[in-house]
């Protein structure tokens, strides 16, 4: 389910952005209503609202979701303030790319890798297994934010199409991948019982 909150934001930026612009008047102030600078305005808005009403009910959110919310009001502050989208399409980069140094950081800082303290209270797992692991999670996010900035700069017509299935596409294949490799791995761990 909170896997899905997360998602609100990007479902309605997608559904604004997808209509055909149209003014809209509000308490005297008249917007338009589709299009990119609309949708980035719902974005933003629908972040604050959802990421607030879990900071508020959870009492915190967790770093990717701060490096989220923090990247949506920054890329989508400049979209607004600069009237260009270039900014929005560089948030997707710039987040998947950040995950991957966080992910990489997690070699050299701390006793356990990043994967490993994400997943080791659900999963045991050789330290090799978790290694491999965290790689995997460092070329996955690289390679995601190589695809969404090519996607972006390349294909202008698809880009939000890309930016919310491509991607969502790519991370369930990922997952997918990641859960057959982990299968493989976890009978490792089943201890066998002794005949008698």
């Not at 008249?30 to 900071?55: D, H, K, N």
Request: with cysteine.
């Amino acid at each position: 389910m909170k896997q899905f909150i997360d998602f609100i934001p990007l479902i309605l930026f997608f559904i604004v952005y997808k209509l055909d612009p149209r003014p809209l008047s509000i308490a005297g102030h008249s917007f338009e209503l589709g299009g990119i600078f609309s949708a980035t305005a719902v974005l933003i808005i629908s972040s604050v609202l959802v990421y607030g009403a879990m900071l508020v009910l959870q009492r915190k959110l967790e770093k990717g979701q701060w490096l989220t919310l923090i990247a949506c009001l920054l890329f989508g502050g400049m979209t607004l303030a600069f009237h260009s989208e270039t900014f929005l399409k560089w948030k997707a980069p710039v987040v998947n790319w950040l995950f991957a140094l966080a992910f990489a950081g997690s070699h050299f800082i701390g006793d356990k890798v990043l994967i490993q303290r994400v997943m080791g209270h659900a999963v045991s797992l050789p330290q090799q297994i978790w290694t491999r692991l965290n790689i995997a999670w460092i070329v996955f996010f690289i390679f995601s934010g190589c695809a969404n900035l090519f996607v972006a700069f390349t294909f202008h017509d698809i880009w939000v199409d890309f930016k919310v299935f491509g991607s969502l596409g790519m991370t369930v294949l990922f997952l997918v991948a990641q859960g057959v490799y982990l299968a493989r791995h976890m009978h490792d761990d089943v201890p066998q019982q002794s005949k008698e």
